[in-house]
């Protein structure tokens, strides 16, 4: 699964939840554990970004949107995620949304992005079926 296996284990989690990559995203990211909210997905699929974990993308996209496959540039890196706003998505839910802005640098360029994600449970698993750019 990308480079999950090579992210060192005492790192905080990219997802800038505080805790650390182990006891955070990695266990969802490796199949260990599920993503429980909205929330929780969206940070995965970030960090699933910043260690290059593709699959991991795929897997999470809803049958109805996913790609067949991901182009993404190979010098982007991800930095910094802040999650602006949660509706729904709690652990009972079927359905949530989540603001986010994800912070990047393209070489030397630096730039975010603003998306209000939709998510829904697909056969009890928690999937990204649609988002919609924010204005900056």
């Known amino acids: 699964m990308g480079n999950v296996m090579n992210t060192q284990q005492t790192y905080r989690c990219p997802c800038t939840s505080g805790l650390v990559f182990d006891d955070c ?8 554990k599920r993503a429980v909210t909205a929330e929780s997905l969206v ?12 699959d991991y993308l795929l897997q ?9 496959t991901l182009d993404l540039p190979a010098r982007r890196f991800w930095y910094w995620l802040d999650i602006d706003a949660v509706v ?12 986010y802005t994800a912070y990047r640098r393209d070489g030397q360029e630096h730039a975010s992005i603003s998306e ?21």
Do not use: K, N
């Open 25 to 32: 995203c990695r266990p969802i990211l490796t199949g260990h």
């Open 43 to 54: 940070r995965t699929r970030f960090c699933a970004h910043v260690v290059r974990d593709y």
């Open 60 to 68: 999470t996209w809803h049958p109805v949107t996913r790609p067949v």
């Open 88 to 99: 729904g998505g709690g652990p009972q839910e079927d359905t949530g949304s989540v603001a």
């Open 116 to 136: 209000l994600a939709h998510l829904e449970r697909y056969h009890g698993w928690w999937v990204y079926r649609s988002g919609e750019a924010m204005g900056d």
